[in-house]
């Protein structure tokens, strides 16, 4: 099987600095393959932010995959947002907006659904979903794995619109073989098979270290996965340290997820 941590929504500038050390901590204790960073890495782009989320991210010892989130653009500056909208992100974080990962046992793709012109709302285009499955067309055995902000579906408590084209996405990626689909943006967990797409397993990450919680505290998610089983382990941090919160496992049924019994 192979390991991936699932951290989001990061907002330097609203960041708890006591958690840093202890969840670069936990990162190194728990080995995974591959830190994947479901964006919002600051809270308005500026670039003394950038700077302090470089910094962290400098101190991870994994690989990391990482995409943007709404946030990595600047919201109170409308010039910058139109006209250069990456090039702080590209400067501090990865050029690449749209990264990729392979290995013997998992494909990962990256998928930039910020809309510059729509702020909070995402969008994701036909183009990029053709982009994703052409990228899937030779994984083989390899688990299949996407890695966005904005969630393709929502639950009937989010009052915030779904992002654009992701009904449609949602079904062309279920038909192109993926199976699991990391987004943050929401700042709550939730780990479920997709209500339109049994086949997808839906994994959303809390905020790892921000300070503008809903109802939850700060988590990241620890995924141990092969094409027929993935268990999901939460952390949270109660105080100033994490510790393990939840755990969940599902596995094939023919396409469709179901969630495991509890051990």
Known sequence: MSRIL???DLHFGR???????PLLAE???????????SGDFTQRARISQFERARAFLGRIGARVLAVPGNHDTPLDNLFVRMLWPWARYRAAI????????????????????VNRFAWQ????????VGRVCAAFEDAGDRVRILVLHHPLE????????LMRGARGALAEFESCGA???????????????????PGLLFVQAGTGLSTRLRGEPNTFNLLDVSRQSVRITTFGAESDAFETVGEIGFYREGRAWRQAPSP
């Open 6 to 8: 699932h951290l989001s």
């Open 15 to 21: 960041e708890r600095p006591e958690l840093e050390a």
């Open 27 to 37: 990162i190194d204790r728990l080995a995974p393959d591959l830190v994947a960073i």
């Open 94 to 113: 990865a050029r690449d907006l749209e990264p990729r990962y392979c290995d013997d046992r998992i494909a990962v793709v990256g998928v930039n659904t």
């Open 121 to 128: 709302r995402g969008r994701i285009s036909s183009r990029a």
């Open 154 to 161: 929502h639950g009937p408590d989010i009052d915030k619109r």
């Open 179 to 197: 199976d699991l689909v990391l987004s943050g943006h929401l700042h709550n967990l939730r780990t479920t098979p997709f209500a339109a797409a």
